[in-house]
């Protein structure tokens, strides 16, 4: 019996977040086509300020990181 609920439990929270996502509107994929939104930084720590247009055609890594 516990199993059971457990099992639904878990079915109606999958259901509940499928349908927040999809009424959400959020692409998981971004659009092919479309350009990259330009880099916005306040301060740039190690590097002179980067645009996209000077990394085009080039591997780029993007690790984000939040201080505080």
Do not use: C, H, K, Y
Not at 45 to 51: R, V
């Amino acid at each position: 019996m516990r199993q059971r609920l457990v099992v639904g439990v878990r079915a109606l929270v999958t259901a509940g977040l499928l349908v927040l996502t999809a009424a959400s509107g959020i692409d998981a994929q971004p659009a092919p086509g479309r350009a990259a939104p330009e880099i916005t930084a306040g301060n740039w720590i190690n590097s002179a300020p980067l645009t996209i247009g000077g990394l085009r055609g080039q591997v780029v890594a993007v690790e984000f990181w939040t201080f505080g």
